[in-house]
């Protein structure tokens, strides 16, 4: 498929499940987005520069540091509001047209109540959207990866029945995982996460499911 959006995702190597969701939403300028623990802020900056100056991004995260991370970062686009909140409390200054979260329900206790809150910050015609991985899936040279600080590090497994027990209509659902071998951004994303720098061999990174869900 050809993505018919390319995104300034800073040497994101998960940038192609974003735009692979976000093309099949047809997300364009103007919409209102909410990006639920949005970390360092990348995919909102990403969302920023879809929705343009007459759309808004709010970037949710309980961390009061990200909010200083993603301000800075998104420096050059007003239309992120970066927000301190849990997203198990979500409550946002209006109804969005997007909700979406990417790398959040593998660190939360309820994550079906983290959906449901999703679902009451999008519009009757909004849609959300998390992307999650099944971490032990990934290899270095058919080693699994382990996270096992993690509450749910293999939440991408039961993604699609979580989204199911939170009353949303599933639209899309679908995994996709970055790989490579050898130097590059693959080799590069690896040892920033992980200190460990694969040389020659093969690393299939953890795939992310993505659900593409409306509310019922
Ligand atoms: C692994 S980072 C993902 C960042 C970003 N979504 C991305 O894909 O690059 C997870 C983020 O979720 C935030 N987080 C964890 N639990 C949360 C919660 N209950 N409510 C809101 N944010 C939370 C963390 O502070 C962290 O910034």
Redesign the pocket.
């Known amino acids: 498929m050809v993505n018919k959006t390319e995104f300034g995702l800073r040497n994101?190597v998960?940038r192609r499940p974003l735009a692979t969701a976000l093309n099949r939403l047809s997300i364009t300028q103007g919409w209102k987005c909410a990006?639920?623990?949005?970390?360092?802020g990348?995919?909102s900056i990403a969302l920023a520069g879809v929705v343009g100056a007459k759309g808004r991004v709010y970037a949710?995260?309980?961390?009061p540091q990200?909010r200083n991370e993603v301000a800075k970062a998104a420096a050059e686009h007003s239309q992120v509001i970066a927000i301190t909140?849990?997203?198990?409390s979500l409550r946002l200054p209006e109804l969005v047209d997007l909700a979406f979260?990417?790398?959040?329900l593998m660190?939360?206790k309820d994550p079906v109540l983290?959906l449901s809150k999703m679902a009451s910050a999008v519009k009757e015609t909004g849609w959300i959207v998390a992307q999650e991985p099944i971490t032990s899936s990934g290899r270095i040279d058919n080693k699994a990866f382990s996270m096992p600080d993690c509450s749910n590090p293999d939440i991408g497994a039961l993604l699609p029945g979580l989204v199911k027990k939170a009353n949303l209509k599933i639209i899309d659902a679908w995994a996709e995982a970055p790989a490579g071998a050898g130097p590059g951004p693959i080799a590069d994303y690896l040892k920033s996460l992980t200190g460990i720098d694969p040389g020659e061999d093969s690393v299939v990174l953890p795939p992310l499911v993505t659900v593409i869900a409306r509310p019922c």
């Not at 990006?35 to 360092?40: E, H, K, L, N, S």
């Not at 949710?60 to 961390?63: C, E, G, K, L, P």
């Not at 979260?101 to 959040?104: A, D, E, N």
């Open positions: 994101d998960y990006d639920i623990g949005a970390g360092g990348d995919v949710v995260d309980n961390n990200a909140q849990k997203a198990e979260c990417r790398f959040l660190h939360v983290v």
